[in-house]
């Protein structure tokens, strides 16, 4: 990548803006690394995509290293840079501040913006801690602009087509919850240390990086709160290599998080995150069991929902294979012919979807700052039931 | 079936009998139900396909009912009757007793038989409470017969190969379990109250019945024993109605057991039973990730192994689905050609199997009486958190 | 196994028989390899599971090597041996004769079993040529008792259910089919020689063997004939070792068979039959595309039926895994309760069950001789488009 | 989307450019409609993911209908409109024309492309007939611009994958290929008549559609030439509603073409392309059946590829998926981490990717107009076989 030159910059600024006046809608966002770039793929192609009340306008990138985000910006399509997160809200073409960082900075950032007026998208975790998320979605609530927080699974077309069906009754009263996230990156023990493995930086491991994504799926879907958590963590490799060959640092967060819980509506069920499930690169699995029908869903399989109708006779009733890319499927119309899949990064421009109808709209949009307080206070729960070795009731 | 004639009588009688002298094993079995045809089934074949030191005789079938018992034996091959089970241990042509009866009948036909110097066949769980269970291995253990606890599912082929793929260090070492046994014949709240939904027949519900082939499962394919537990049950429907119009009996078992487990060698897991999944009919599932392999086991595709060789390098490993039913898989030789699958029905053919080669040969077989012990010491602590809600930790 | 006494004889002359008088069967079985070993098992069975008008008594198992026979009756459990089948036909005690050898002794045996009344099951193909089909057909049309072609897969119970599924019109017009039966035990060259290989002895390699699975198939589940076929046929390793170490033999058989098919209704389709497709090792696949919906079934999986219904609404409409366990598919109600798997063995016993239900009730069954004979037609058309490189019609 | 404005313009007409100079490739695409809308999504996004030594600018769309036209431009991001495609050749700002129409104009344009001097991406099929394809491969030969088919499915990564490890002989020589794209979109014949409904406008009917991808393939992956073919077509329902209620119009096309081909090497195998497979939406599917092992592909998993490596012992080799994720997979490592999935449109970037590479380092890049004009020699062959119901040589 050489560099950028200004007509690029002009360019790029406008990336994505195809109507003019009160409908653009300036993006500031924060972070330049992995949730950067989707965000960034998102943004860029919403509204070639989408009919939307408003616009986005791609308008200024923020990093703490100058020149990797001159990088970024000019990888992605930002039209400028900050390296201040604070100049970033200060700016008069930043209407909306999209934070991809470590969940120790969110809340400091998130509350700045929604006290200058901005509109605010928080990347899961909420926050570190609960205290942090009762004050921002407090903020939120306060707030007359839209706040989001970014658990964009709940945007894959088939996580949305299964609370449909939920909500339409198809699977009956939910009864039992079986929901795990698992990923196996670090199941190598000479595989690097990262600030996703301090506690200090990340809160916690597994927990809050997986974990929160099996939380806020299943809340969604079934509707129901956590009542009551017993969980167990466990740390199988206590230290790893620096990058660089300077010696080994401390994990200090889990790497594997189970649990089981009861929620609202007699529901009970299992639940983990691990990133020691060898061989399972991204397999989010969520399976409800209702009293006429069970749905399920696995991320490593996200163009297809598997739906059992136990109304159908028995002689015939089987587990259904719905490939989630009809016209008449949650976000489907916009896109390609039946049977050509979507993908990941997919979901993220949903989020930027909905977001922005939002934005446009005036109505509110979820998950809400207060949805990333309730996974937070669920999270939260299972750390202490895990220490403590008790069942955790959560308070909402 | 009407009756059975003195020639088919002696014919039944010699059933699967080939081999002459001191070859021959009278089996006297108790029990004419679900279990009573199975393992008639395994008797019948069990010398037809596998070479054998010892020789199964379809002695004995004891029910309490005469005339359902006489069609037992007509329809299943048995050569005689009895309604007593204290006559049947007394008899000179029963060596072996088969144990097919609810689990609060167990102890006490089981003590008998080993105190008469029979050989013992007890289907799971060993017993209904820890003490039965403990009284039985220790007089297993003090019996010069051969003792087995009916932990069938052991006897898969692909079971057994997993135990075989695990043993050899194919996964390295085990650092997470997940496993469940989910049924779904419950989930209509009008089907009928049987003896499986009385606490003082079935001493449990989904837990002792389903639950007890998951933790025997996970103790057998990772070696290691459960050392502590937390646990919920959960009943969904209080009272069902008794078969003939005759009111409603209350539920007083569990519907659904889960739990969470701490294991020798630092396993932790998940672990489930359920009689409420909507759709899933009898899908034991197991999953043991390692540090250098995944393998996966689903009984609703029983001739099917999953195995992640995390060895393979990344460009070209994947979870590999090993039809098992070639010639070195276990128990397969004596069968049919590869891609010809096997039935539920087979692993208690090769229960048999490795039963009659235990007598035969003069040597232990597993799962023994103190793996039933094992399983339900398990069984019982979960019970007791689920109760407490506390952990609670096992002791061998 | 050692030798069998007279006792066991006796034992085994009246295995699986329990009723008396008119409704005895006697079978004489001529052949002692795999076929035999899996009729065995079913004559063993059937009675034990099922209800039946009539009643199998094992007699005669008939081979040319009179110890292997003899070996064979004491495994396998027959009363008693012939080492000519013409003696066989002679016996009194043998009602039915079950032929399970090659294909080129079908017509003599079969004939002649016809002529003395005899009833009788003939392993597929029914014949090696078209003329010696067509003479067997007119002979079992001619007598006055059951005659049936082993044609077993009719009798997966998915299979029969994907036949009932057709004629309930639940996929509406059937418009194309693609079917395969691979398996791939010639890919490595080194195997041996086996008379499977010689034209002589099997009439035909790949397509007579797993191709007229395929035809027979299509045809039972189509209910359609066909029409005209244009074919190509392969030999890919052109000699193989003779066991021994004694040189080599030619190969004079096909390895693959593949063709395109018009059938009567206006059905089209692809068809194929191999023995070097690597990894397969016993996928009859079929899938059959109607205006209303789509069946699609795999031997590799046979307790599974795949079902997309075309008249949901597309939004849920997908391809549904029927677990074909349930007491009101077909058979299944004798079995095992849901979720637990029967095998490949199990289509025999629904043969034999099916014959016996015949021969009992004075009923027709299928597939008949006249079954047989339209099968082989389309396979010898088959031949001879791959011979000529031109379609082929095939004249009923 | 309503307007756009002259910044809007300018902004789109450096959508995706950020190196300066020479690097920049001004890209000029004739059509508006889906294949536009894939090819506008890649040319936005492939500088934005992989570093390369071009840049596309996203110059001139062009269509017939002006407003159409424009509103494409507003939505895809384009610079400029043009109405005439010689007009949109005449253009200084345009270096390659990325041809989007039916099949009956790409010889006129591209020839017309070609003689200016213009680099040109055209879709598949290359051409309607065998002269037009002729015609233009001759011209891109004598090109010195870089000309290429786009045959994008190569692009997706696991069919590249799976092209790797044939040419790494990883499945030995192969001997079958059995391959099909099945959809189902004709299926209601209530479904409306369109352009590809006309021999006039597409040439033919699933054949060019749909079995131009198989070819083209099958031929990439095996890297064997089709030699001869026996086929047949079938037109199902022969008439079908204008839209607006104005009458049927006649279908002339083919609804499904099934083939038998022998291809070099002495690859023989089974072909289809189909409209009416219900229930299957787009499943191109391709399975090789090498001397040592078997690769096997679905578009409706696009993801994974299956992998049966047939050089393992018999005892632990299966079926293994690999889901093509990994940093070390084809195109991948400028993508998510693993376990994140690509979707339909990604090959379409990676072809753009592919394409900007050849221009910017003056390399050839295939598929060529000699691929398209092959795979268009093995659709005439077919179209004459399945007319004069005869065996058909491809002459090349």
């Not at 006046?21 to 770039?37: K, N, P």
């Not at 970024?72 to 604070?86: H, L, Q």
């Not at 007359?144 to 970014?150: D, E, K, R, S």
């Not at 989020?351 to 109505?363: F, K, N, P, S, V």
């Amino acid at each position: 990548m050489s560099t950028v030159d200004e007509g690029d910059r002009l360019a790029a600024a406008s990336e994505g803006a195809r109507a003019v006046g009160a409908g653009r809608v300036g993006i500031g966002m924060v972070g330049t690394a992995f949730m950067g770039a989707a965000h960034s793929q998102a943004w860029r192609t919403v509204n070639r995509v989408f009919e939307l009340p408003a616009t986005a306008r791609m308008a200024v990138i923020c990093g703490r290293d100058a020149a990797r985000t001159e990088a970024a910006a000019a990888r992605f399509g930002w039209a400028a840079t900050e390296t201040d997160w604070r100049a970033l809200i200060g700016r008069d073409d930043v209407d909306l501040l999209d934070i991809c960082t470590p969940g120790d900075t969110h809340a400091e950032i998130a509350l700045a913006a929604l006290a200058a007026g901005k509109h605010v998208l928080c990347e899961k975790p909420l926050a570190n801690t609960v205290a942090e998320a009762e004050e921002m979605a407090a903020a939120a609530r306060a707030a007359g602009t839209v706040a989001m927080c970014g658990f964009t699974y709940r945007r894959v077309p088939a996580v949305s087509l299964m609370a449909k069906l939920v909500a339409a009754g198809r699977i009956g009263r939910i009864r039992q919850v079986r929901a795990c996230y698992l990923q196996d990156w670090l199941v190598d023990p000479s595989a690097p240390w990262t600030w996703r493995l301090s506690a200090d930086r990340a809160g916690s491991g597994a927990l809050g990086d997986l974990g929160a994504h099996v939380v806020d799926a299943v809340r969604f879907l079934t509707g129901a709160e956590f009542e009551a958590v017993s969980a167990l963590t466990e740390t199988f490799v206590a230290e790893r290599p620096l990058p660089g060959g300077t010696g080994n640092a401390p994990v200090t967060v889990d790497d594997a998080a189970l649990f089981l819980a009861r929620l609202g509506g007699g529901i009970v069920g299992t639940f983990e995150a691990t990133r020691y499930a060898t061989g399972r690169k991204n397999a989010l699995r969520i399976e409800l069991n209702g009293s006429l029908g069970t749905l399920a869903f696995d991320l490593e399989r996200l163009n297809e929902l598997e739906f059992y109708d136990g109304t159908q006779p028995s002689g015939e009733a089987g587990f259904r294979r719905i490939l989630v890319t009809e016209p008449d499927h949650p976000y489907l119309s916009a896109w390609w012919p039946p049977g050509h899949l979507l993908g990941y990064e997919h979901a993220f421009t949903h989020q930027a979807r909905d977001l922005l109808a939002a934005i446009g709209g005036g109505e509110p949009v979820r998950p809400s700052f207060d949805d990333g307080l309730a996974a937070q206070r669920v999270l939260d729960a299972v750390g202490r039931s895990a220490r403590d070795r008790a069942w955790c009731p959560i308070v909402h």
